[in-house]
């Protein structure tokens, strides 16, 4: 737990510092309804994770970074989630990046996470903006590999930076992914690196899903039946008989280029796909120059709504929770920057 702390006696209306929690937990299992560990090849056995809770309103939001492996193989990632009740049923919203996309010329290169050399998760103590508790959580993942194979010395570091704000009714968070390409070459088809200025794409992908968490089958997942690029809905009626829509898919294309000379503003793409319960979000970056891009940078943000902290617990804002906030988490600010280390 972080140590308390004070806000300004002199500010009317201080809203109630979060709970925090921080845990690292090694070598466990998921667990079956009964709380035994789930030995199933299908389940997932966590090799590492570590995490970082924020509890504020009536919400549970778990930061944090895991090294894991199931069916599918060895995975590290970083995942935002969102725990919260309709009614007495218990929803997951879950959010994920487990690798980045490179695009040079045609060549499609995926970055898998899991090749880092390591993460680590920080953050700082809660600290009052007026009224507001605030507080932010790094997770970094250092040294991952661009190529599996050949220059396999051709290395990035992310970190992924959460900045939280928690109000009476509503908290925000930005997430800004920063990439530091100091240590990263690039190679066209044939072998060779590439020229300066020559143009590369950085692509962040996203997968999100919704799961009933007190599903009495294998498969939790809750499936859309529509979605667009700005919602998604699904087959769960609300107090007024609407069906639940989670919306304010904010997908900012717009973003700045920073290099030696100044700052210039370019125009990303993004796009949503949704396939067997999973949501698959993909924000990318074209037009960054190699070995002449500094940064690149985009600045939105995440908001949802709750119930006031503190108050009595209603059931249609715990449903205004479900409608905002698990669709908003994919929007995601993204820094790519260059510099020389040493």
Known sequence: ???????????????????????????????????????????????????????????????????????????????????????SKLYLGCFQISYIVIIVGNQTILAPLKTCDGFDVKYTPVKYDGAIPTLYVNITYENVRVYQSNHTDSTFDLTLINYFRGNWNQTDIKIEALFDFSNTKLYKWNGTELNSSEPFTAEVQYSMVLTDQQATTGDNRLRPTDYNTTSMTYNITLDNGAPLILS????????????????????????????????????????????????????????YFHDRVGGIQSNQTVLIVVMVAIAAIVAVGVILFRRRKG
């Not at 560990?37 to 509890?55: E, L, M």
């Not at 995975?75 to 009740?85: G, L, T």
């Not at 700045?256 to 700052?263: K, P, V």
């Not at 990318?284 to 891009?293: A, I, K, S």
Request: negative net charge.
């Open 248 to 303: 304010k898919l904010d997908m900012r294309e717009d973003f700045t280029i920073y290099n030696a000379t100044g700052s210039y503003a370019a125009v990303g793409y993004s796009s949503m796909s949704t396939s067997d319960g999973n949501s698959l979000v993909v924000q990318g970056f074209p037009g960054l120059r190699y070995n002449d891009t500094i940064s690149m940078q985009s600045d939105p943000e995440i908001v």
């Open 1 to 87: 737990m972080i140590p308390f702390a004070v806000a300004d006696d002199a500010v009317a209306d201080v809203v109630p510092e979060p709970t925090i929690h921080e845990s690292i937990k090694y070598n466990y299992f998921d667990t079956r309804s009964d709380g035994t560990p789930n030995t199933d090849p299908t389940a997932n056995h966590y090799n590492k994770t570590w995490c970082v809770d924020i509890n504020h309103g009536d919400g549970l939001i778990k930061l944090g970074a895991g090294n894991y492996t199931n069916r599918s193989g060895d995975i590290v990632a970083y995942s935002q989630n969102i725990h919260y009740y309709v009614g």
